[in-house]
């Protein structure tokens, strides 16, 4: 590899290499990930955050109770939140190459938490919180492994995962409001 100064390809290389295979998009030459694994590792994380968007759903319309109205829009605000990650992530799947998958069936196998109602608002922020828990770590793992062989998967999780730290954040605290003995 010729450099024209300290860390930079030769301008030329870099249009010559540029050119070749121009039918895989944003993936070229320098990138270092294995593709078949990242993808389905993102489509791991795409089914886990439509899964917990369901579930922040249901629990926004079954929330009861004195305190529900506040805890319900908690809850409709992670919703949001995490069809968002999930848009972020299906269009990363496709940037890549690959084909992100929404397939209903098969979909609670592929998520890595899982999908619990919970019978009572303190259940239900309990269940969320518990799974906020599993992204954190499914998320922390997934970006150790990734590292630099693909900065722009990992920011994008660095993203998603800051995000759902604060929704744990949310969810322990409106815990410990409802229902102290449970936030131990």
């Known amino acids: 590899m010729t450099t024209t100064g300290a860390f930079l390809t030769d301008v030329q290389q870099l249009r010559d290499r540029a050119r070749k295979h121009i039918e895989q998009g944003a993936v070229t030459p320098g990138y270092q990930g294995d593709l ?42 992670h919703a949001n939140e995490e069809q968002i990650h999930a848009d972020q992530i299906a269009m990363r799947i496709a940037q890549l190459g690959g084909e992100p998958n929404f397939n209903p069936e098969g979909l609670a196998a592929r998520s890595h938490s899982e999908y619990k109602e919970g019978n009572s608002l303190v259940d239900m922020v309990k269940e969320d919180l518990i799974a906020e828990r599993v992204a954190i770590e499914s998320y922390t793992e997934i970006i150790r492994y990734i590292d630099q062989k693909d900065p722009t998967t990992r920011r994008m ?25 449970k936030a131990q």
């Open 36 to 77: 078949e694994v990242i993808v389905k590792i993102l489509n791991e994380a795409l089914a886990t955050e439509i899964v917990c968007a369901l579930r922040y759903k249901r629990h926004y319309f079954m929330a009861q109770g004195i305190h529900a109205n506040p805890v319900a829009q908690e809850f409709l605000q």
């Open 157 to 181: 999780l660095e993203g998603i995962l800051a995000m759902e730290e604060e929704h744990a954040d949310d969810l322990a605290s409106i815990l410990s409001t409802l229902d102290p003995t």
